[in-house]
């Protein structure tokens, strides 16, 4: 049985590097294309960001807040951004933060979570269960907080590592981190 921290791994890899487009730049050879996603996984699986990122979900799944009320998860999200030397605009509607890595020239990839609780008393009993009476992360935006984080935290250990290719095609432009 898959445990939640082998879930969390995978579904960031999946929702971070799933769809990455294939390319006809040169430099991206079949050999290297396949390896990409791995390579991020393989971070994600560090234990030093592996134990970080499931120490934020539990922080955010123990204190969850309604929409338009999240100030402390937001709080933390700046914290974790300050930290980790990421630029951000806050606040964007109420409560949300949007952070910025790389040069800010385009092409631009942007990536999102909501990060609102559900108005239900969680009825589970485990050591990090609500702390909040009547509110919950039944909806699961604890964990895409948390992917997000992580996925900005891989991003910004290794911003100077990435290029982001715009590639020309009929359909207009196709993105490929690289």
């Known amino acids: 049985l898959m445990g939640f921290s ?16 294939i390319s006809s730049e040169p430099s991206l050879s079949p050999e290297v294309l396949p390896q990409m996603p791995v390579n991020f996984l393989e971070l994600a699986k560090r234990p030093e960001v592996f134990d970080w990122m499931v120490g934020i979900r539990r922080k955010i799944h ?8 999240e100030f402390e998860t937001s709080k933390l999200i700046r914290a974790e951004l300050d930290q980790m030397g ?15 890595i790389g040069t800010g020239s385009p092409p631009f ?10 108005a239900m008393q969680e009825s589970v009993e485990w050591e990090h269960k609500s702390k909040v009476p009547g509110k919950m992360h039944a909806c699961g935006h604890d964990a ?16 100077h590592e ?9 359909a207009g432009c196709q993105l ?3």
């Open 6 to 21: 082998q879930w969390l791994s995978l579904t960031f890899i999946f929702h971070a590097f799933l769809s990455l487009p």
């Open 62 to 69: 123990e204190n969850p807040e309604l929409g338009f009320q």
């Open 86 to 100: 990421i630029p951000y605009k806050y606040p964007v509607a109420e409560t949300g933060v949007v952070g910025y």
């Open 109 to 118: 990839v942007a990536i999102r979570a909501d990060m609102d609780a559900l």
């Open 144 to 159: 895409h907080v948390t992917m997000l984080l992580g996925a900005a935290k891989i991003l910004q250990d290794h911003r």
């Open 162 to 170: 990435i290029q982001i290719i715009c590639v020309q095609s009929a």
């Open 176 to 178: 490929t981190i690289v």
